[in-house]
């Protein structure tokens, strides 16, 4: 059975930083390509990042790229989320998820239909 736990979420002030871990326990950690979604009230669930164990980059979604940096640690099975400069509109509740290392493409890892599990997700409230 594989488990995903985030944690890091919080309250802070348009501007501030804040870095989400996920720590994954069960099959091998390499052999999956890990993703950040966050999802708001009333919205879809957004596409953030994703990253696969390789030297292949990461993945970023339009609305964080340049501000946020997904890094992942394989020996502590663990994924990143690093955010700058958050503003408001980067306020909603943020879950990691774990693929099967299959396809890496742009398309593939920006659904969350291709994820199979799946974090219980993290408050992220930043204030104006």
């Known amino acids: 059975q594989v488990q995903l736990v985030e944690s890091g979420g919080g309250l802070v002030q348009a501007g501030d930083s804040l870095r989400l871990s996920c720590v994954v326990s069960g099959r091998t950690f390499r052999s999956y390509d890990m993703g950040w979604f966050r999802q708001a009230p009333g919205k879809e669930r957004e596409f953030v990042g994703a990253s696969r164990w390789s030297s292949m980059m990461p993945y970023y979604g339009d609305s964080v790229k340049g501000r946020f940096t997904i890094s992942r640690d394989d020996a502590e099975q663990t994924v990143y989320l690093q955010m700058d400069s958050l503003t408001p509109e980067d306020t909603a509740v943020y879950y990691c998820?774990?693929?099967?290392?299959?396809?890496?493409?742009?398309?593939?890892?920006?659904?969350?239909?291709?994820?199979?599990?799946w974090g219980q997700g993290t408050q992220v409230t930043v204030s104006s």
């Open positions: 998820a774990a693929k099967d290392g299959n396809s890496y493409s742009y398309s593939t890892v920006r659904s969350p239909s291709q994820y199979t599990y």
